[in-house]
């Protein structure tokens, strides 16, 4: 009788043990999830910040090769 109260035993504390395991493999889980999307936010923001340094800085040196064709008479 002893041993199967030491089997149930057993049972239940690997049952509560593969529960724990489970839960933290969904932990991880959820926490590489939240990263993957904060890096992908970053990674947006960063892209559309560099999208506008580029399309301001063309528009500079656009204005800038006008005004020098203006001023030497190549541009009206």
């Given at each position: 009788m002893a041993s199967k109260g030491l089997q149930d035993l057993k049972q239940q504390v690997e049952?509560?043990?593969q529960e724990a395991?489970?839960?933290a493999g969904?932990?991880?889980?959820?926490?590489?999830?939240?990263?993957?999307?904060?890096g992908q936010k970053a990674m947006d923001q960063a892209a559309k910040s560099t999208q506008e340094t580029i399309d301001n800085t063309a528009k500079q040196a656009s204005e800038t090769f006008s005004g020098l064709g203006k001023k030497f008479g190549l541009l009206k």
């Amino acid at each position: 009788m002893a041993s199967k109260g030491l089997q149930d035993l057993k049972q239940q504390v690997e049952g509560a043990a593969q529960e724990a395991v489970t839960a933290a493999g969904a932990a991880a889980q959820q926490v590489v999830d939240h990263a993957t999307e904060a890096g992908q936010k970053a990674m947006d923001q960063a892209a559309k910040s560099t999208q506008e340094t580029i399309d301001n800085t063309a528009k500079q040196a656009s204005e800038t090769f006008s005004g020098l064709g203006k001023k030497f008479g190549l541009l009206k």
